[in-house]
C-alpha cells in the first residue's frame, strides 16, 4: 500500500507537471517538462554527451565520490575515535573543529580547484570535507557513550589501551558510525557534482552545468535524475550491508519487550 501511494503521489506530480506545460500555463523554456527530461536523457544514452558516452560521466563521478567516501570514512573513524576517548586533545581541538565546520563548502570547494586544479583531486578533497565532518561527529558521540564498565572490566583482564580502544570503543561505536554511512555516500556523490559544476572537464556536474549555461532546464533535470539514481542504488548497497554487519544486535521489538 505505502508503495502504491509514493508511486500515485510521483506520478500525480509528473502528470500535473506536465498538463501545465502542455497547457503553457507554465514556460517551457525556464521550468523544462517531464517529457523532455525523458527525450534529454535517451538522447544521452543513446547519442552521447558532448564530454563522451554518458556511463562515462558516471564513472568519473562515482570514482571521485569512491575514493572520498574510503578517505571520509578512514579519516572520520579514526579521529573520532581517537578525540572522544582523548578528553584533553578534544578540549584542545574543539574551536578548531567547529571554526573549520563552520565554512561554506563551496568556498572550500573552489580554494581546492585553485590547489589541485580541475582534476578528480579536487573533487575527491570537497568529497572528503563532507564527508568527513559528519562521520567524524558520530565515531566521537559513539566513543563517548561507551560504557565505562565495560572499559573498567577489560583494563582489569589485562587489555592494554589499545585492546580497550579495538575491542571494546570501536565495537560500541560501531552502530554509531554505520548510521552514519548512509548519508556518508549522498554526501560524497554532492561533493563530486558540486566540485564538477565549479569547474571540471567530465562528470555528471559537468552536464548539468553546461545544461545550466545554455537554459536547458530538461538537461539539469536529466543530470539530476542520473544522479539521483545512482546516489539511491548506492544507499541500497550501504543498507544491505548494514543489515549484515549488525546482525548481532537483538531486533527492537525483543528490546522493548525486556524492559
Not at 556536474?205 to 536529466?222: E, R
Request: overall charge neutral; glycine content about 12%.
Amino acid at each position: 500500500m505505502i508503495i502504491g501511494i509514493q508511486v500515485t503521489l510521483l506520478v500525480g506530480a509528473l502528470g500535473i507537471w506536465q498538463a501545465l506545460a502542455s497547457t503553457h500555463t507554465i514556460d517551457v523554456f525556464f521550468y523544462g517538462d517531464p517529457a523532455g527530461t525523458w527525450r534529454q536523457l535517451m538522447d544521452w544514452i543513446h547519442g552521447g554527451t558532448t564530454e563522451g558516452p554518458l556511463w562515462q560521466q558516471i564513472w568519473v563521478t562515482l570514482q571521485e565520490a569512491l575514493l572520498g567516501f574510503v578517505i571520509g570514512v578512514v579519516l572520520g573513524v579514526v579521529c573520532g575515535i581517537v578525540l572522544g576517548r582523548v578528553k584533553l586533545l578534544s578540549e584542545i581541538l574543539a574551536v578548531y573543529i567547529g571554526a573549520f565546520n563552520s565554512i561554506p563548502r563551496i568556498v572550500l570547494g573552489s580554494i581546492f580547484i585553485i590547489w589541485f586544479g580541475l582534476g578528480m583531486q579536487s573533487k575527491i578533497a570537497l568529497a572528503v570535507l563532507l564527508i568527513f565532518f559528519n562521520v567524524f561527529f558520530n565515531a566521537f558521540q559513539g566513543a563517548r557513550e561507551v560504557d565505562g564498565g565495560l572499559i573498567a572490566n577489560a583494563k582489569l583482564l589485562g587489555a592494554s589501551r589499545l585492546d580497550v580502544i579495538l575491542q571494546v570503543v570501536v565495537p560500541s561505536a560501531f552502530s554509531w558510525i554505520i548510521a552514519s554511512l548512509r548519508v556518508a555516500f549522498g554526501l560524497a556523490i554532492t561533493g563530486s557534482v558540486v566540485g564538477e559544476m565549479l569547474g571540471a572537464q567530465q562528470g555528471l556536474g559537468t552536464l548539468i552545468s553546461q545544461a545550466q549555461g545554455n537554459f536547458n532546464p530538461n538537461g539539469v533535470y536529466a543530470g539530476l535524475l542520473v544522479t539521483t539514481i545512482v546516489a539511491l542504488g548506492a544507499e541500497g548497497l550501504i543498507t544491505l550491508a548494514e543489515r549484515r554487519l549488525l546482525r548481532w544486535r537483538p531486533p527492537r521489538h525483543a528490546l522493548e519487550a525486556e524492559t
